[in-house]
């Protein structure tokens, strides 16, 4: 139990000589040189250590080494020099065994970075802004495996091999500890484990998304003057002709949150392809949100009458309401999913565990406001009777709804729009 490092078992300084058998029944007994190994301990306490899991076998290019877990007592830093832990050579090894060829230079060796990892506490998130081939997520995975620890990882990387080579070195190491020519050795090795991926949109797919409205005695007018067409650019296209444009927020597809795209480079060409934004997802980190659950899409059915109503707006004499309950139908044109989680109540103290309750729905909307508004308050009175704890602060809705008329005195709930919260969130500017 406790921390601990690989470190190397072959060691001069041991005087310890004897013969172990490799995993592949080969007999290492004897260097290169025809010399007698020295190990590091007894014969007895390495097949008591290799029983215990303490001991591991890696094949290289130049034979089997073997490895035992070095512990560290309380207080003790780790060493100053890490002269034996892996080296750029091992890195390319490792890509070798992957992918049966070299598709990144200069790998880190990932003997290197689990030693590293290996000394803070085994439920550590590690970061790497500059994941490159995936090492230190896949000695993460690998640290996990080995002491059953919960070792998170969060990586960045922004060039066209993450698809190529980051990702699909993630999901070899979690099917397969060991690897050669590009197939499993160790498929038995295989854990359970889910990472999930993020496509930040960039500079080059925010222009290419920017729509304007063609209007040629404008186009003949900044033309001929090149002030004009500065001032243009600066003060008034990029403020109002682009507005609506998928890459600035587009409110208008928010009628539909599976449905909004954008177009975006292939990498390394300038061929474009049109992909779906993932909104819900987007708006649960614009806003913060500490998820704690997502429901699934609920699609819906609903038949309506029309009743007199003597408290209906001027110049109406009858409401809206439905004949019969909503019947719940995948393929209804009514689609509504909810998240629940929560947001710091104090955002410049945000662990003292002051929490706010947030309830957010997204909808996808058919045209038709009065049939929409009534099929979510349905919804939103059913849930409610269900719920045991609705004590929401904020509750978020995409589109003009009449939730606030179904608060009770007791409420203290309020509702914000999605759209203009999205919009001040990604656009106000203070001072």
């Not at 002491?147 to 699909?168: A, I, P, Q």
């Not at 929490?355 to 308050?377: H, M, P, S």
Request: hydrophobic share 35%; glycine share 6%; aromatic share 10%.
């Amino acid at each position: 139990m406790g921390k601990f490092y690989w470190d190397t078992f072959k060691r001069k300084s041991g005087k310890q000589y004897y013969a172990i058998e490799c995993p592949d029944g080969s007999i290492l007994e004897h260097d290169n040189l025809g010399n007698p190994i020295s190990w590091l301990r007894s014969e007895a306490r390495f097949k008591s250590d290799l029983a215990e899991g303490e001991v591991k076998f890696e094949q290289r290019k130049d034979g089997w080494s073997i490895f035992f877990k070095q512990r560290l007592p309380e207080g003790k830093k780790p060493r100053s020099i890490l002269s034996d832990s892996g080296t750029t050579s091992d890195g390319n090894t490792a890509q070798l065994d992957f992918f049966s060829s070299i598709l990144f230079s200069n790998p880190k060796p990932v003997e290197l970075v689990s030693e590293v990892i290996s000394y803070p506490s085994d439920n550590s998130l590690v970061l790497d802004y500059f994941a490159g081939s995936g090492t230190t997520g896949h000695a993460v995975i690998n640290l996990n495996r080995t002491d059953d620890g919960c070792r998170k990882y969060v990586l960045t990387e922004m060039g066209y091999h993450f698809d190529t080579v980051l990702k699909v070195r993630l999901a070899k190491v979690i099917y397969s500890e060991a690897w050669r020519d590009g197939k499993p050795v160790a498929r038995n090795t295989g854990i359970s484990h889910c990472f999930k991926y993020i496509r930040l949109e960039s500079y080059e797919d925010t222009l290419n998304n920017l729509r304007l409205a063609s209007d040629p005695i404008r186009q003949r007018a900044i033309d001929a003057n090149s002030q004009l067409k500065q001032d243009y650019m600066l003060h008034y296209m990029l403020d109002v002709e682009t507005r609506g444009s998928q890459s600035l927020l587009n409110i208008d597809a928010f009628a539909n949150p599976t449905a909004y795209t954008l177009e975006v480079k292939k990498p390394g060409s300038d061929e474009s392809v049109e992909r779906t934004v993932d909104l819900i997802e987007t708006f649960n980190y614009l806003i913060g949100l500490r998820v704690e659950h997502t429901a699934a899409p609920q699609g819906f059915n609903a038949k309506f009458n029309r009743v007199q109503d003597a408290h209906a707006p001027q110049g109406q004499t009858t409401r809206l309401v439905l004949d019969g309950r909503l019947q719940q139908d995948d393929n209804g044109p009514w689609w509504l999913r909810k998240i629940e989680g929560w947001l710091p109540a104090d955002p410049a103290n945000p662990n003292n565990g002051a929490r706010d309750k947030v309830l957010i729905v997204w909808r996808k909307l058919t045209g038709d406001l009065e049939q929409d508004n009534l099929v979510l308050d349905e919804w939103f009175k059913t849930h409610r009777i269900n719920s045991r704890d609705f004590e929401y602060a904020t509750i978020y809705v995409n589109g003009s709804n009449n939730l606030p008329n179904l608060k009770k005195a007791e409420d203290r709930w309020k509702v914000r729009l999605i759209e203009e919260e999205f919009m001040q969130r990604m656009w106000d500017v203070e001072g």
